[in-house]
């Protein structure tokens, strides 16, 4: 729905207006003064926050700027994290993607795994963790740190031991009513 609020040529022009029920949304991604596709870092925590909210979750969210140590040690806890990027090098920030992984390679770059969001063919995709500037360049990072969760649903081995023993104590009542 909100691609449909905000795209000049949405892929379906006939879904409603966006009800704040996208994490877009939430960042107010393409929203004046927005360009289409970008997102501000004044909404990132914010946005972190009320979209887990809404989907009953609780965390706690913060901006830092870029620091590689700061992003592992995040990354290493299983935290959420985004990063805003500069995705042409010209200097400005345009995107947020999330962040699934991180790789220091044998020649001593540094290198961060996103989704890309973009388009269409959305993928998974390293690039190296260098400054604005630089395609894909991070500047800013926005992590996220769960706070209470919603209760957990049970597995589906769990529900089937649940109903085993159901049917084993309605066994034992009925043995001890004779």
Same mark, same amino acid.
């Given at each position: 729905m909100h691609n449909a609020a905000y795209d000049s040529t949405p892929d379906a022009g006939s879904v409603p207006e966006s009800q704040w029920t996208?994490?877009?949304d939430w960042f107010r991604t393409s929203v004046d003064p927005q360009g289409y596709g970008s997102s501000d870092l004044a909404y990132s925590?914010?946005?972190f926050e009320g979209y887990?909210?809404?989907r009953a979750y609780e965390f706690d969210s913060w901006i830092a700027y870029r620091n590689w140590n700061t992003f592992v040690a995040q990354m290493n806890l299983?935290? /959420?994290v985004m990063f805003l990027v500069d995705l042409d090098a010209d200097g400005s920030l345009d995107r947020y993607v999330p962040v699934f992984g991180h790789d220091e390679r044998d020649d001593g770059t540094l290198w961060?795994?996103?989704y890309t969001t973009w388009s269409e063919d959305e993928s998974l995709q390293s690039y190296q963790f260098v400054g604005a500037g630089n395609v894909w360049g991070v500047e800013c990072m926005t992590f996220a740190k769960?706070?209470?969760p919603p209760d957990p649903?049970?597995? /589906?081995?769990?529900m089937l031991l649940l109903a085993s023993g159901l049917v084993g104590l309605a066994g034992l009542r009925r043995k001890f009513k004779k």
């Open positions: 996208s994490i877009a925590d914010d946005a887990a909210k809404y299983g935290n /959420p961060y795994a996103c769960p706070i209470s649903v049970p597995e /589906p081995a769990t």
